[in-house]
C-alpha cells in the first residue's frame, strides 16, 4: 500500500505502549479471557488488525494456526522481526498478510477460521459496522470472534482524574476523544457491538473488563510488580461493578452451527 498511516506510531506502539505496565497487562488479560472460549489448538486463528502479534503470537506458542492480517506494512515488519525470534515450529505456524480488515474474505479466498480477533481496531474507524460484518463473515460455524474496543460508557474519567474538568464533563456525552498517542478513537458498547455481531449470525457468549486499575494511574515498570497488577486486573475483569469502569471492553460471540 501506498500510504501508511500506522507507520509514524508503529514505534510508539510496539517499543512503547505494549512495553509498559498497562501494554503487558492487555496481552495477559485478553489472553487469558480468550483460552475461556477458544477450541484446542491446532484450530484456526485470524487476528485482523494484528499488528506485530502480540495477541496472537503467544496462540502460536500454545499450537494455534494463526494469521495476522494488517492494512499496515511498517506494523506486519514488526511483526515478522518478532516472528523470526521463534522457533521453527512457531514461526511455521503463522502467516502475516497485508490487507485492510474490511478486505479479509478476498484476501483469504473466503477461507473461515474457527476464530477471529480484531483487538484495539473498531476504536479507529468512523464506524463499526462494515469491518464486524466482514468478521462475522470470516468465522465457521461454531466459532469464536473475539472483539476489543473502547467503552464508551467511560470517557469522563480520564480527563476527570487529569484534572481537565470542562472535559470530563463533556466526556459524559462525548462518544469520541484523542488516545495517548494522539490519534482520535471512538467509543462502542456491549450493548451495540452485541447487536451487530448477532446480525452477522454470532452470538454475544460473555464480556469483560480489561483494563481498570493500570489504565488510570501511571505504573513505572521498573518498580512494578507486572504479574500481580494482571491478576488484580483479572479478577476485576470478570465481575461488576469493576468490568463495567474498565478503559475497554472485550466482548466474545459464538457463530451459530
Known amino acids: 500500500m501506498v500510504d501508511d498511516a500506522w507507520q509514524p506510531l508503529a514505534d510508539p506502539f510496539v517499543e ?12 495477559h488479560v485478553l489472553h487469558q479471557q480468550l483460552l475461556r472460549h477458544l477450541p484446542p489448538a491446532p484450530a484456526s486463528v485470524l487476528d485482523v488488525g494484528g499488528g506485530a502479534g502480540h495477541q496472537s503470537l503467544p496462540l502460536a506458542r500454545l499450537g494455534y494456526d494463526v494469521t495476522i492480517l494488517d492494512p ?13 525470534q521463534e522457533p521453527h515450529a512457531v514461526r511455521s505456524r503463522i502467516g502475516l498478510v497485508q490487507a485492510a480488515g474490511e478486505s479479509a474474505v478476498e484476501v483469504t479466498d473466503g477461507r473461515q477460521f474457527s476464530a477471529v480477533l480484531c483487538h484495539g481496531v473498531l476504536m479507529y474507524l468512523p464506524t463499526p459496522d ?7 463473515r470470516c468465522v465457521e460455524p461454531g466459532g469464536v470472534v473475539s472483539v476489543m474496543a473502547l467503552n464508551a460508557a467511560t ?5 476527570a482524574l487529569e484534572g481537565r474538568w470542562a472535559d470530563a464533563l463533556a466526556g459524559f456525552d462525548a462518544d469520541s476523544e484523542i488516545g495517548v498517542l ?32 493500570s489504565d488510570w494511574i501511571d505504573l513505572p515498570l521498573a518498580s512494578t510488580d507486572v504479574e500481580a497488577v494482571a491478576e488484580v486486573e483479572l479478577r476485576a475483569s470478570l465481575r461488576d461493578p469493576y468490568r463495567q469502569l474498565s478503559r475497554v471492553f472485550h466482548l466474545v460471540g459464538r457463530a451459530r452451527s
Not at 16 to 27: D, E, H, I, L, N
Not at 155 to 159: F, G, N, S
Request: with cysteine.
Open 130 to 136: 462494515p469491518l464486524v460484518e466482514v468478521l462475522c
Open 155 to 159: 470517557m469522563a474519567v480520564r480527563p
Open 182 to 213: 494522539g490519534a482520535s478513537t471512538r467509543g462502542d458498547t456491549v450493548e451495540h457491538l452485541s447487536e451487530l455481531l448477532r446480525r452477522g449470525g454470532v452470538e454475544a457468549e460473555d464480556w469483560y473488563g480489561v483494563w481498570l486499575f
Open 72 to 84: 499496515s506494512a511498517a506494523m506486519l515488519a514488526k511483526a515478522e522481526d518478532r516472528v523470526a
Open 16 to 27: 512503547g505502549a505494549y512495553a509498559t505496565v498497562k501494554g503487558q497487562v492487555r496481552t
